[in-house]
């Protein structure tokens, strides 16, 4: 378990860091931080009940897909500003790192695998992602701020 809030934890941070890094404005930071750790906590649990990683990093983009959106309306500010903070967690980095490591090794077999195996990663992240954006904003509308009359 402690190993489990530190990974959250850890993804809070990074995705944090990557709002500093985007120059999101400060108010936006501890959000785009609870995005990537929302989506880094769904990736994990949806693991330990189902050994696929595609279907996992699916979910972890429809949950943060989600979460983005509701925070774009909440917060009035673009999805983007949420979004690219968030997905830095679920991101296939070792994947395409892997996959160009074994091609210089000359090992093309495994380079084939890893490849294909970052590209449906990747896919799966791209169609999460898709699939939220797609819903109409009437159904995020709800989620906005009240205005006082």
């Known amino acids: ?11 809070f941070l990074g995705s944090a860091s990557f709002a500093l890094l985007f120059q999101v404005p400060k108010d936006q930071f501890l959000f785009g931080g609870a995005a990537g750790a929302a989506s880094w906590l769904c990736y994990l649990v949806f693991l330990r009940f189902h050994p696929s990683v595609v279907l996992a990093s699916f979910a972890a983009a429809i949950l ?3 979460l ?7 917060r009035k500010t673009p999805i ?3 979004l690219t903070c968030g997905i ?3 991101v296939p980095g070792s994947g395409i790192y892997y ?4 091609f210089i090794m000359s090992q093309n077999d495994l380079a084939l695998y890893k490849g294909i ?3 449906k ?7 999460g992602i898709v699939l939220v954006l797609s819903l109409p904003y009437s159904l995020f509308r709800a989620f906005g701020r009240k205005t006082q009359n």
């Open 117 to 119: 195996e970052t590209l």
């Open 88 to 90: 830095f967690p679920i």
């Open 99 to 102: 996959t160009v490591y074994y």
């Open 68 to 74: 983005c959106r509701v925070f774009a309306v909440r």
């Open 1 to 11: 378990m402690s190993g489990l809030l530190s990974q959250v934890v850890a993804a």
């Open 121 to 127: 990663i990747a896919v799966a992240i791209a169609l």
């Open 80 to 82: 983007t500003v949420f």
């Open 64 to 66: 943060l897909s989600i």
